[in-house]
């Protein structure tokens, strides 16, 4: 019995909007794994953003598609998933980036105090 099947039968399950969130899951961890394939693929953050929005747009773009194909079934929230799934990646790595970049600054700082330091002891 999958995770959604006992959610189902559980006395708590009341709404469908409860099976929609865990039906758009799957859309929302491809995001997240891509974007941590797309770190080691990606040089630089500026191709890593391509990347990732690339991406986000080619699985709405197939949901999309998901209209015209007899046997897939279109769905809103799945393409609510990738956008959340987006969202937070993308918000994540700004967050990193930023901290990353401080920490160099900070870093680059504390060798150029070092430097001047030891410069004026000689």
Do not use: H
Not at 6 to 23: C, I, K
Not at 83 to 91: A, C, D, E, R, Y
């Amino acid at each position: 019995m999958s995770f959604v099947e006992g959610e189902r039968q559980s006395p708590s399950f009341s709404s469908s909007y409860y099976v929609a969130l865990l039906g758009s899951i799957p859309n929302f961890v491809a995001v997240v794994a891509y974007s941590a394939v797309a770190l080691f693929i990606a040089r630089g953050a500026e191709q890593y953003y391509k990347y990732l929005i690339g991406f986000s747009i080619g699985i709405i773009g197939y949901e999309i598609l998901q209209i015209w194909i007899d046997w897939r079934i279109f769905d809103w929230v799945d393409i609510l998933g990738t956008i959340i799934g987006f969202t937070f990646v993308f918000w994540l790595s700004k967050v990193f980036e930023f901290w990353w970049q401080t920490k160099r600054k900070l870093e680059q700082s504390n060798l150029n105090f070092r430097n001047d330091d030891s410069e004026r002891k000689l």
